[in-house]
């Protein structure tokens, strides 16, 4: 049988009604252990002579081996199941965010300033002077993630209600790391002109616009129409969060190894959002060879079948070889693979086709395109999208960072060098020292990940132009991340 690695994606609570004898709870977490299961806590919820009930945490690989802990703990003779939660819906019960009040309202007083009569005057001096909303409203610390939910993580097209949970979580992240108020607006809606339309309208209480889980190719068009039209930074995260991040995992990658970028071969497998951008910013840092396969094969110039105006483009720019075929002919001599795409399409026997020391970055999630343990003895430095294996590359390391430096310098946009600052920001954050095989990127929960990349995201956004900010005023003004 395949091994599971558990993780606390799948984490279960057992409620159990156990006879009160020595080694009946050896027994449980011999069963649990011989199941798989990574045991948790192991609480006493009451106690009487003859019996004795606990809750058990459990951590399991997946949903169905979740259900074999439980039919495993069921066969032990004096116990019986009273009840199994699922820990991860327990957490989104009533949604995971809410809003708070900065000020008590609590006096007439308050209620006076705060609400009418002292409002008006503030709304007057907006209306003389649009500018001052960044400075008296929430719009100076606020970023509206939209989606329409046709591309959720490795889910697909689920639908705005069910995209819902995904864009809770992100504002968290959002809070959590950078201190900024996101909000979640899932659009009932896949027509662009529509979506392009309800954004725009929305635009003016937003310091930022975060799209997500946008299915190509309509995501590219969708970004590009509201750059050109709203004077504050749209980012498509799913394209460039993950470009960024990538990046810098590979700019520590490569000092493990000892290539440079102008030296690479790079196989990129799926040519959607994150596929796309990631080779755009690969050709902005100077690799040299970089072909894209798709479920119809390799990616070239002159090619017919499964194309749209983007892969067009990219055709035109890359796989200067012409390589034509699938991933088992495109990954020969490659130095790096670069997984956004599907579980488990990436063979042992591919990898030892690649170049010497290869790196790979499987990121389809929560699967990815080769396990971990299949991958790991065979390549040099390895990567995943997960946070139970080493590495992962994960967009939270780079847009709470970069949403930080964008609104703090009140820039108009998030250009093609505030993203590249990003990503040398977060592979900077590990230290010579600490860089290894297992260790090549630093933790989201490194607090100096926030701060390093939004000082060098502002940093940018001065020298290019982009900041509407005075920088005597940015940097007596700066919002903190909380601590």
Not at 134 to 152: F, P, Q, R, W, Y
Not at 233 to 256: C, E, R, S, W, Y
Not at 442 to 454: D, L
Request: charged letters at 20%; a positive charge; glycine letters at 8%.
């Amino acid at each position: 049988m395949k091994k599971i690695t558990p993780s606390p994606g799948y984490s279960i609570t057992l409620r159990l009604e156990i006879q009160n004898r020595i080694g009946m709870l050896g027994k449980i977490t011999s069963a649990i252990g011989a199941a798989g299961g990574d045991m948790g806590s192991v609480d006493i919820v009451s106690v009487n002579k003859n019996i004795i009930i606990r809750d058990l945490t459990v951590n399991a690989g997946n949903e169905e081996h979740a259900q074999q802990i439980v039919e495993a703990v069921k066969q032990i003779k004096g116990v019986k199941v009273l009840n199994v939660s699922d820990r991860v819906f327990l957490i989104h019960l009533g949604g995971k965010i809410q809003i708070a009040n900065k000020i008590p309202l609590n006096t007439r007083d308050a209620l006076s300033m705060a609400y009418t009569p002292g409002v008006a005057r503030v709304c007057k001096a907006i209306q003389e002077d649009p500018k001052k909303a960044m400075s008296l409203t929430i719009k100076m610390n606020s970023v509206a993630i939209v989606t329409d939910g046709t591309a959720v993580l490795g889910l697909g097209d689920i639908g705005p209600k069910a995209a819902m949970p995904v864009m809770e979580g992100k504002a968290m992240i959002f809070k959590e790391f950078a201190n900024i108020d996101a909000f979640p607006l899932c659009l009932d809606t896949k027509d662009t002109g529509e979506i392009v339309a309800t954004v725009k309208h929305i635009a003016p209480g937003f310091g930022g616009i975060n799209l997500e889980d946008i299915s190509a190719p309509r995501c590219f068009e969708i970004e590009q129409r509201l750059k050109e039209q709203l004077d504050i930074p749209v980012f498509h995260d799913d394209q460039h969060g993950t470009a960024v991040v990538v990046l810098a995992a590979l700019i520590n990658a490569l000092k493990i190894v000892g290539k440079r970028m102008q030296q690479l071969k790079v196989v990129i497998s799926g040519l959607g959002a994150a596929g796309i951008a990631c080779a755009k910013i690969f050709m902005q840092v100077g690799i040299p060879e970089i072909i894209g396969v798709d479920t119809t094969g390799t990616l070239y110039k002159g090619r017919k079948e499964n194309m749209n105006p983007v892969k067009q483009w990219l055709a035109e720019r890359t796989n200067p070889k012409m390589v034509k075929g699938d991933l088992a002919k495109a990954i020969q001599g490659a130095d790096l693979f670069l997984g956004v795409s599907a579980p488990g399409i990436l063979k042992v026997h591919h990898i030892k086709k690649m170049a010497k020391n290869p790196i790979v970055f499987a990121l389809s999630n929560p699967v990815p395109e080769i396990s971990w343990e299949e991958a790991a003895p065979h390549v040099k430095v390895m990567a995943t999208g997960r946070s139970d294996y080493p590495n992962q590359i994960n967009n939270a390391l780079g847009f709470p960072g970069i949403f930080r430096g964008a609104l703090d310098t009140r820039a108009s946009e998030i250009n093609e060098a505030m993203k590249l600052a990003a990503a040398h920001a977060i592979a900077a954050v590990v230290t010579k020292k600490e860089l290894n095989e297992e260790y090549i990127i630093p933790s989201i929960f490194n607090k100096e990940v926030v701060s390093s990349v939004s000082a060098a995201v502002a940093a940018a956004a001065y020298k290019t132009g982009v900041a509407r900010r005075r920088q005597s005023m940015f940097k007596k003004l700066t919002i903190q991340p909380n601590s």
